[in-house]
């Protein structure tokens, strides 16, 4: 097992370098006036020269693999360069974003997983009745309507009219508290740091700007885990085991809860890595909504400015957790299930 | 099992025949749309006309019975002639994506060994990239239009379907008759498309049902961050993103605008139903293990 | 539980049709939270020239001079003890000697005091920094009638490129800039290479530039050392490598606590500064861009004041507890300039590039009556009604109301297609009408108001002649900017925000030949402004220190830019401001970068 998780790490720099590459000459197709446009808002205030003399000064108009040698040799000393849509270094831009992301993440999976698998079991166990019927219409309703529009309702509903959850990551107070030296961030996740800190208003009130996003996410992604669970569910009802047990006279409840769940459960692992992944890279229009500032929406400025250190920051760390979650899944697999060895 | 019995199955599951019903509708509605809503610009029949120039979304009224969009666009033109745009997005990106996966999957499973390990890295490398900002990209550099759009969408569309059929076959390959073939010294594509592919397929038919209906909807998440089709271009995606700013109403009441948000919505939320309850229901025919089951 | 949620939430959207705001109870009677979108590119004053950043600058730094009130044209001292005129001495009879007692007891927050020498420091770091695009121009024409370092030293030591200034060419370079400010007491005085009316506009706060900076820290951080032969080294910087791009230490009513580019800049109360103290503890900038977001905060009582895009603003008139101010005017514009000299290599956008029904030609729009012909096919008041929700005045030249040369009873164009089809028959001898032309006018997108302006010049020029054919095309910001450059886009969109409320700020961008608007038109224009002597009378307009003869020399430059139809002078949008009713004080001024937290208060109603 070491072996093969050395040997999955391995690729990881293989991997990387395939990302940097095509991206790289994906933006290089452009031309160095196009990719002014990053550097440029406004173009009424250039005037005669300046054009070609910020060309000059961010050497736009060098071979591409002059400026692909300097941001990797740059990267060779941990440099991974300056993201000019954030205002930030790569680096920085994407360590004060990810912990809100993955915070928002990690809290949205548990809803969204345990509320999907259990409609999953409840939608198979009903196999063709009524209730599945419903379940899944409304699981379609689910995944049909874009993000943004059940974002912007949620929003209304819970700070529009009731006022519970609002929108962005803390209030200002809490903001000013957070910033304050009596509170040390150690994660950059408020729920965390709060507790860390022992400060447990700060606590609440991330939680309650967390909950309006999590629960759009959970609209959107129940209908995700349901049909997976839905469909494996019902493969292993059929299996030979299950009918041999429902032969014998076990309770119908023992049967689903006991032998079959734990069995279906298995591909709803597989699917679960690439879906935090999913959550990662998805959140975009999420946090646009919600005025949450997170990684998602860090991408989407980055590519819209055409910020290549930015998107490429992106990936390459998106490459390594894709590495890193695919890796878990297969040792949690194998761990689930004793008849999967790796090689 | 044959296909007309296949066909004939679908028609008489219940939930399978709505969703085969809404296509239809949906079919007839793009093949008539000439008719139904005739353009005023026999060049450009995708433009949807505007009905003045006020950007506040007008209520439905005699000439535009689903009223207008922000901007002035026609909610009716666009939702008609945004059909074709939804089969035609439908059919050609999950069409070539699938393709794509379906060789990719196949091959890297099939030979296994260092082909494996290349493909499998490839598709880890278009699967680091987050589609949004590849979609991003990608417009940037090929300019927008819906051509560029769907070009977008299987570049980096096809790695789903590639894992897919690749476990698929991983499956399959060590079965007995596949080993027997092998045996009696069938070559590779024989063996390939006789007894992997026929015995695989299903259930990458069936990912590709569901994709179909999300298509709209990525295309909406598209419109939403501005890489989307051109403005005023017909297209459901568009026209629900058009309602991004109007949604929760204005001054006296929150459902002011809904017109912008419940036609297109409904359309796509009928479109992606369809093909989901015909997805589910080729499951339920196609896997031989429920049917004994039922 | 999904259906059960759908249902709830369908519910709670039909029973609670109108919101529930806040009463009339001050929400954090302490602080002011300012909401709205874009972001910041940087904070240092010199580098600055967006109005996200110089917002931010505005709380903090202060200038020599302010404006009084809603006024662009009259000032009140900040710190200077005196506002220099003529009459008080302080302006020298010639017009080119400024001079500015400093004002003494004024500390930096860092407790530092104010000098006559952090002046002088402060306007020459900005003048040696000069990075590209910026807007350091605005002291080089006054102080040298230049248009930047790059001139200066072409001029003085023969290099063209700053950046590679020897030690000693860059203290020969120095000792010209040296010359320009000096200080004598407590008085410091601006030397100015000719007379420059608009020149205390450029040092009044607003004027991110004429930011006063506190010589020893800035030092400290690394910007210049103040020596003479270092020029070459803190000249154009790259932004990441400019040490004042994220830090601030003015004398202003704000300290910067946090700026989190893109979501928020947090400000605490200076409880040092020398005037009044800020009336709120905490002040916040908050970038949100999404607009019903915004929207409910506003509603909620958590926004203090919000930016709305004037097409939504019909949902939140009425509101209880908001309040609107619209209609003052913004010194902004909005134009569609016609490339009267289209660059054709490698250009779609128009046809075949030849008279010949399927394209145009490169001298298109040279043609005196295409231009009228557009001009007389767009629908201004429709535009400005619908478009604009009647927040917008037709514009009458590129000078912008209310300031010199303005007058708002000259003669404009409107709609009238009967006059474009005579003028596009008269053109190119009445081949373009027998042939008819195809071309493609393009925008960025996402721009709706030049999406709808490209839109309204297909629908009434396509209906004159049916053998006239117009695209329109939205292009990614990058495309834009590239056909932009090149100058392929037969016609372009533009607009110019006032560096300074000045009619020189519009004209010399608009229609000098050196301008930035002239570049867009090409060669075919610069070479006819040069003839026709346009170039000549701004030169004059700027020079010319009496008003009644300034404004006649801008009264015509407007009626010609309007007789030739050197661009399709669309329209200059009115300002609004949508603020809770519990916020007083607010007033608006056309020079102010947005929000200006110290002038306001939070009062019950």
């Known amino acids: 097992m070491i072996n093969y998780i050395l040997r999955r790490l391995l690729i990881l720099p293989f991997i990387l370098f395939g990302v940097t590459i095509l991206i790289f000459s994906m933006i290089m197709m452009l031309g160095p006036y196009q990719r002014l446009s990053t550097y440029i808002e406004d173009p009424s205030q250039l005037k005669g020269g300046d054009v070609d003399q910020l060309i000059t000064k961010y050497g736009l108009d060098d071979p591409w693999y002059e400026q692909y040698g300097r941001w990797v040799s740059g990267v060779l000393q941990g440099d991974l360069g300056w993201s000019e849509s954030a205002g930030q270094p790569v680096t920085e831009a994407i360590a004060s974003r990810f912990p809100a992301t993955f915070e928002l993440a990690i809290f949205a999976v548990i809803p969204v997983v345990m509320g999907g698998i259990w409609l999953g079991v409840l939608s198979a166990v009903h196999h063709n009745d009524k209730l599945d019927h419903t379940i899944r219409i409304f699981s379609t309703i689910g995944w049909s309507f874009p993000t943004f529009v059940f974002g912007l309702l949620v929003l209304m509903v819970f700070y529009g009219i009731l006022g519970w959850f609002p929108p962005g990551r803390l209030d200002n107070w809490a903001l000013t508290v957070v910033m304050s030296d009596g509170f040390t961030e150690y994660t950059g996740m408020h729920v965390l740091d709060g507790i860390l800190n022992g400060n447990f208003d700060i606590v609440v009130n991330s939680f309650r700007h967390l909950i309006g996003p999590i629960f759009t996410l959970a609209i959107v992604w129940w209908s995700f885990i349901l049909r997976i669970t839905r469909s494996s569910m019902l493969e292993t009802l059929s299996k030979d085991y299950i009918r041999t047990a429902r032969a014998k006279g076990v309770s119908e409840n023992v049967v689903i809860n006991k032998h079959a769940r734990r069995n279906a459960l298995i591909p709803v692992v597989t699917v679960a890595g690439p879906m935090v992944l999913g959550l990662l890279g998805g959140v975009v229009i999420t946090e646009t909504v919600f005025g949450y500032r997170g990684l998602g929406q860090y991408a989407a400025q980055a590519a819209a400015q055409l910020d290549y250190s930015g998107i490429l920051g992106v990936a390459m760390y998106f490459s390594f957790l894709l590495i890193l979650i695919n890796l878990l899944v297969d040792v949690s697999y194998a761990v689930i299930d004793p008849r999967i060895r790796l090689e | 099992m044959e296909w007309n019995e296949i066909i004939a199955r679908l028609f008489k599951n219940k939930l399978s025949l709505i969703g085969l019903i809404i296509i239809a509708f949906f079919l007839l509605v793009a093949i008539l749309a000439p008719v139904i809503a005739p353009p005023a610009d026999a060049d450009e029949v995708y433009q949807i006309p505007r009905a ?91 300019g927008k239009g819906l051509n560029n759009v769907m070009i977008a969408l299987v570049v980096f569309g096809w790695m789903g379907t590639a894992r897919l059929m690749r476990s698929q076959v991983l499956e399959i390959k060590n079965e007995e008759f596949v080993q027997a073939s092998v045996a009696l010294g069938a070559n590779d594509g024989r063996i390939i498309f006789k007894h992997i592919l026929a015995n695989c397929i299903f259930p990458v038919l069936i990912q590709a049902f569901m994709r179909m ?67 589910d229901a080729f499951r339920d025919i196609l896997d031989p293990k429920l049917q004994d089951n039922s | 539980m999904n259906k059960r949620v759908v249902v709830l939430m369908l519910s709670l959207v039909l029973v609670f049709a109108a919101f529930s705001v806040a009463g009339a109870q001050v929400k954090n009677p302490d602080t002011f939270t300012f909401v709205t979108l874009g972001d910041q590119s940087t904070l240092d004053p010199h580098f600055a020239y967006d109005t996200g950043s110089s917002e931010v600058i505005y709380q903090t730094y202060e200038s020599l001079i302010q404006y009084d009130g809603e006024s662009v044209n009259d000032f009140l001292p900040l710190l200077s003890t ?23 007891g004024v500390e930096f927050s860092n407790g530092n005091p104010l000098t006559p020498e952090d002046v002088k420091y402060s306007i020459i770091r900005g003048m040696i920094n000069d990075r590209s695009g910026g807007p350091i121009w605005m002291l080089y024409e006054p102080l040298f009638g230049m248009s930047g370092l790059s001139d200066l030293t072409q001029k003085v030591v023969g290099v063209k490129d700053p950046k590679t200034l020897t030690a000693e060419q860059s203290a020969k370079v120095y000792a010209e800039l040296d010359k320009k400010i000096t200080i004598d007491g407590n008085n410091v005085t601006f ?53 004042l791009y994220d830090k601030m230490m003015g004398t202003g009513p704000y300290i910067l606590t946090e700026w989190v580019n893109g979501e928020h800049v947090i400000f605490r109360r200076n409880d040092n500064y020398w005037g009044e103290p800020a009336p709120f503890k905490t002040a916040v900038i908050k970038n949100i861009d999404e607009w019903s977001t915004r929207k409910l905060m506003l509603l909620r009582g958590d926004a203090d004041m919000v930016f709305v895009p004037r097409q939504y603003k019909s949902q939140i008139r009425g509101e209880e507890g908001v309040t609107i101010t619209d209609g003052y005017p913004e010194l902004q514009n909005m134009n569609m300039v016609f490339n009267w000299d289209i660059n054709t290599k490698g250009n779609d956008y128009i046809g075949s590039g030849e008279l010949d029904g399927n394209g145009i030609p490169a001298n298109f729009f040279y043609d005196l009556d295409v231009r009228k012909a557009f001009s007389y096919a767009f629908n201004y008041q429709a535009y400005i009604e619908q478009v604009r929700m009647g927040e917008a005045i037709q514009l009458r030249g590129p000078i912008v109301s209310p300031l010199l040369g303005y007058d708002a009873d000259s003669e404009v164009y409107s709609l009238n297609l009967e006059k474009a089809e005579e003028h596009f028959k008269k053109a190119f ?69 006032a560096d300074f409320p000045d009619p020189h700020n519009f004209v010399q961008p608009f229609l000098h030949s050196d301008g930035y608007y002239a570049g867009k038109r090409g060669q075919a224009y610069q070479d006819w402004a040069e003839e026709t002597g346009l170039n000549d009378m701004i030169a004059k307009g700027i020079a010319t220190q009496d008003k009644a003869k300034r404004e006649a020399i801008y009264k015509e430059i407007q009626q010609i830019s309007i007789d030739q139809a050197i661009d399709l002078w669309v329209d200059q949008a009115t300002g609004s401001n949508v603020r809770r009713s519990w916020v007083t004080g607010w007033y608006p001024n056309s020079m102010r970068p947005g929000v200006d937290f110290y002038i306001m208060d939070k009062v019950a109603e």
């Open chain 2, 52 to 142: 003045g120039w006020t950007m506040e979304p007008q209520p439905p009224r005699e000439g535009y019975p689903f009223g207008t969009s922000q901007g002035s666009y026609d909610i009716f033109y666009g939702m008609i002639w945004g059909t074709r745009t939804a089969f035609r997005i439908g059919f050609i990106v999950v069409g070539i994506s699938s393709f794509i996966g379906i060789s990719v999957g196949t091959i890297s499973a099939y030979y296994g060994g260092l082909i494996d390990e290349i493909f499998m890295r490839i598709t880890d490398v278009f699967m680091s990239i987050p589609f949004l900002v590849a979609a991003m990209v990608m417009t940037t550099i090929l």
């Open chain 2, 213 to 279: 209906g999300s298509m709209v909807i990525t295309a909406a998440a598209l419109s939403f961050l501005g890489v989307g089709a051109p403005e005023g271009y017909a297209d459901w995606g568009q026209m629900i993103s058009f309602a991004r700013d109007w949604i929760l109403g204005g001054g006296d009441s929150a459902l002011k605008y809904w017109y912008t948000v419940i036609i297109p919505g409904s359309a796509i939320m009928l479109f992606s139903l369809s093909w989901n309850l015909l997805g």
């Open chain 3, 429 to 497: 001898g009445g081949e373009l009408w027998e042939k008819g032309f195809s071309m493609t006018l393009v925008y960025n997108s996402g721009n709706d108001g030049r999406k709808v302006a490209a839109d309204m010049l297909k629908s009434y020029i396509e209906q004159i002649n049916p053998k006239f054919n117009i695209d329109v095309r939205g292009v990614q910001w990058s495309t834009y900017l590239d056909a932009s450059v090149k100058g392929t886009l037969p016609a372009s969109f533009g607009g110019w925000l």
């Open chain 3, 82 to 104: 005196k506002v220099p005129s003529a009459e008080n001495g302080l302006i020298s009879e010639d017009g080119t000697t400024y001079t500015f007692p400093i004002r003494q």
């Open chain 3, 191 to 243: 030397h100015l290479a000719a007379p420059y009316p608009p020149f205390l506009n450029i040092l009044a706060k607003g004027a991110s530039w004429s930011s006063i900076l506190d010589k020893e820290w800035s030092i400290a951080q690394g910007a210049w050392g103040g020596s003479p032969e270092t020029i070459a080294e803190f000249h154009d910087p790259l932004k990441e490598d400019d040490p």
